[in-house]
């Protein structure tokens, strides 16, 4: 519990995360996973698409980005037969961004057995943040049949 997960390779665990990304809000916002681990999660997302009305990012986007980098870390924190949801999130915005990705890094701040704090930093492509968020998972037991 607490690595990454030595049943493959580093390759085949993004692939498992983008495939699982399939159907889901992440998915509809264009979020690929980049590097996965319990203490470091990186995503990336496209700005267009994810805009409000002047051509912004939406800052529901950013949010959007940060839950799912700090909960996908949680999980692979959690370990088998575990799962984590999100509690609590909170975001402040920098600056705009306008075009082209943003990318997220999600780092571990707290790693407990029953709860997972992460700092999301995300950047635009000049490496200006454009929003920190703080995300802390609840991690329970997998519920039977999930």
Known sequence: MGTEPTNGTHEQLLTGLNAMNGGTLGEKMGIEFLEASPQRVVG????????????????????????????????????????????????????????????GVATALSLGNTLAAY??????????????????????????GA
Not at 57 to 69: I, P, R
Not at 124 to 139: F, Y
Request: hydrophobic share 40%; net charge neutral.
């Open 44 to 103: 990336r997302m496209p700005v267009a698409g994810n805009t409000q009305p002047y051509g912004l990012l939406h800052g529901g986007a950013s949010v959007v980005l940060a839950e799912t980098l700090g909960s996908i870390a949680a999980v692979l924190h959690a370990g088998e037969g575990r799962i984590a949801v999100g509690v609590d999130i909170n975001a402040t915005h920098h600056r705009a961004a306008r075009e082209g990705f943003v990318t």
């Open 119 to 144: 700092e999301v930093v995300i950047t635009d492509e000049n490496d200006n943040r454009v929003c920190t968020s703080r995300i802390t998972c609840l991690i329970r037991p997998k519920p039977p």
